[in-house]
């Protein structure tokens, strides 16, 4: 099941991919003041090629002061203005178009492990019919495992996967693959099927056996499953978890029940989309706040993982009244940990200890609700 911390964790992949995208518009921006003073090879009239490369050189410096908020003069130039103009107009489009792609690609990557969820438990059906099929072996104890009619049988499965996607019924080639590669070499496949008169614990440990060994394992099932989502470093404990819970859920009349992602995904999903917001359209009053506290380094090289955590963090203890200042900083901390530089944990703690602290006392922090008093 989903909880803040994994919700943070895709909201700051989207925003490295989408900071990425950001430097790359950047260059696309400088890429069209140079195309805009490339001599036109089609004109009938003499290029002047030192002159071009002389307002192309100039328009470049101009693009990048102004970009680092600097002032500029208007350039008496035409043309040198025309570019400029053209090159901050690509930028914002192509900056905006990102914007809106991975704020929504987050909530759909979110949503993915639903289906990959109902893959799991799809394919251990899907297994045992292939298994059925084949001549070589007698899979007859598989075919009356509880847990496969129970799965198969599943109204509420069918309906999800219909509607979130997790059928397997147009790659029964690639599951002969996985039956013949992964399942019949497997010494537990083989004691399993070789049973005359099973118990419920068999057919259960044998379930169990499969998902965690031969489906989640290292295998070429997991790898397979790995090239269908970015993020499975991350999802894989989430959907095992589920699948283990609903494994567990069998009952003795033979019915299962399917586990949520969230327990309210519309306040998880309001969530994502309010930090993702809030830490890429940071208030520049942040920027000089964190440039301020970051004694010896420009903001700039700061590695994109630490300005991320950085802005998440500051976006969260200004905009979610209802979480504590602590759990904030706690929360952070230990993203820093997992996913940034062996020093960032200690260089995270420090600086948000101390914006927090600056920004409680000015006022900028503001925590309502029950035991949200004490946030210093």
């Not at 003069?73 to 991975?102: C, M, N, V």
């Not at 700039?300 to 993982?305: H, K």
């Not at 997992?338 to 920004?359: C, H, V, W």
Request: aromatic fraction near 8%.
């Amino acid at each position: 099941m989903l909880n803040r911390r994994t919700l943070r964790i895709k909201i700051m992949q989207s925003l490295f991919a989408y900071e990425q995208c950001k430097e790359a518009n950047y260059l696309l921006a400088l890429d069209s003041i140079d195309a805009f003073f490339k001599p036109d090879l089609n004109s009938m009239k003499i290029q002047d090629k030192e002159l071009l490369k002389g307002q192309r050189e100039v328009a470049v410096r101009l693009f990048e002061k102004k970009f680092r908020g600097e002032p500029i003069a208007e350039s008496p130039d035409p043309r040198i203005g025309q570019s400029l103009d053209e090159a901050f107009a690509l930028h914002t489009k192509l900056t905006k178009k990102d914007f809106a792609y991975f704020r929504k690609q987050t909530i759909i990557e979110v949503e993915k492990i639903n289906e990959i969820y109902f893959s799991v438990l799809n394919l251990i059906p899907s297994l045992e019919q292939v298994a059925s099929q084949d001549k070589r072996i007698n899979a007859g104890v598989f075919s009356h495992n509880p847990v496969v009619k129970a799965l198969r049988d599943n109204v509420d499965l069918r309906r999800e996967t219909l509607r979130k996607g997790g059928s397997w019924d147009h790659q029964q080639d690639l599951i002969r693959d996985w039956l013949r590669d992964c399942l019949k070499p497997d010494k537990s496949f083989k004691e399993y099927i070789a049973l005359t008169r099973p118990s419920a614990e068999d057919h259960a440990g044998f379930v169990k056996h499969l998902v965690r060994k031969i489906i989640l394992g290292k295998t070429p099932i997991n790898a397979w499953l790995e090239e269908q989502d970015l993020w499975w470093a991350e999802d894989h404990e989430i959907v095992r978890s589920m699948v283990d819970k609903t494994l567990k859920s069998l009952t003795e009349q033979g019915s299962l029940e399917l586990q949520k992602l969230s327990l309210n995904w519309e306040d998880d999903k309001n969530f994502v989309e309010k930090l993702f917001h809030s830490a890429s359209q940071l208030d520049p009053y942040f920027h000089e706040l964190i440039a301020s506290h970051t004694r010896n380094w420009e903001v700039d090289r700061l590695p994109l993982t630490d300005r991320i955590i950085l802005h998440m963090a500051l976006a969260e203890m200004t905009d979610f009244p209802n979480i504590p200042v602590k759990v904030t900083i706690n929360e952070y901390i230990e993203l820093a940990k997992e996913y940034s530089t062996p020093k960032s944990r200690q260089f995270i703690n420090g600086i948000l200890d101390a914006l927090s602290k600056e920004m409680v006392n000015s006022g900028r922090i503001k925590k309502s609700g029950r035991g949200l008093i004490d946030n210093k």
